[in-house]
């Protein structure tokens, strides 16, 4: 009877269920706040989702990328849903009420590869061909337009000083933004791999990168010239691939 007891018996449930996709994801953001997230996909969809032990539910769906959905971020009051694409447009949508709040539908020459928020009104982007911008919203507008490499800008992130933008490129260089003054600060050694993802760590007194050829590379804040150290990651670049 115990035996019995114990085959019947459901282990209580504590996380979500998997979410299955129709197409490939390319990116997800968490919302800085509520049980949701968003996510895009290769033919340009974006989706809100809420998520959550009982059930998850698809809140609201855009088709207002004409490919595939590169980048996205919520903005940190969660009240606006940033998005880029290799259409080459940037646009924002209004979590309460989907409304279009922004739409610049050539945001670049070459597709969006990468991007993040600034603040309320600035958003950085980065494209296939290392080109980076800085978009006011309130004027819809670059008031920031560089290329300082020939490669792709694999990411974007913002230090915690909101003055320094740090890129790295798929030529193997980290490349460090003043955003005031609107300028390339400094460029860093050329490590012959590619750079593939960025994640700023340690309170941002660190940046932690992934490369090409599977190693890990760790830069000191103000420090972009070389990496302070580096260790042995994974054996496939791919894997560089995901957000650390």
Not at 33 to 61: F, H, P, R
Request: hydrophobic share 35%; charged share 25%; proline share 2%.
């Amino acid at each position: 009877m115990e035996d019995a007891a114990e085959i019947s018996e459901t282990p209580e449930k504590t996380v979500p269920d998997d979410m299955v996709f129709e197409n490939m994801v390319m990116h997800i953001c968490m919302h800085p706040t509520n049980d949701c997230l968003a996510t895009g996909d290769i033919e340009g969809e974006v989706t809100i989702w809420s998520y959550g032990i009982e059930k998850n539910q698809k809140m609201m769906t855009f088709n207002h990328h004409k490919k595939a959905c590169r980048a996205l971020s919520f903005s940190e009051d969660g009240q606006r849903l940033y998005t880029a694409s290799r259409d080459k447009s940037l646009k924002v949508k209004d979590v309460s009420t989907g409304r279009t709040t922004l739409n610049i539908t050539k945001a670049h020459s070459s597709p969006i590869y990468s991007m993040v928020v600034v603040n309320q009104f600035y958003v950085a982007t980065g494209d296939d061909d290392g080109t980076v911008k800085l978009w006011d919203s309130r004027i819809c507008k670059a008031v920031m337009d560089l290329k300082e490499t020939n490669e792709y800008v694999s990411s974007l992130k913002l230090m915690k000083d909101n003055r320094t933008l740090v890129a790295t490129s798929g030529e193997g260089i980290l490349l460090a933004f003043n955003i005031r003054a609107r300028k390339l600060d400094v460029s860093s050694y050329d490590f012959n791999s590619e750079l593939l993802c960025s994640e700023v760590i340690k309170d941002g007194s660190k940046v932690v990168v992934g490369s090409g050829d599977g190693t890990i590379k760790l830069f000191n804040r103000g420090e972009w010239g070389n990496c302070c150290d580096s260790f042995p990651g994974h054996p496939f670049s791919e894997i560089g691939r995901a957000h650390v």
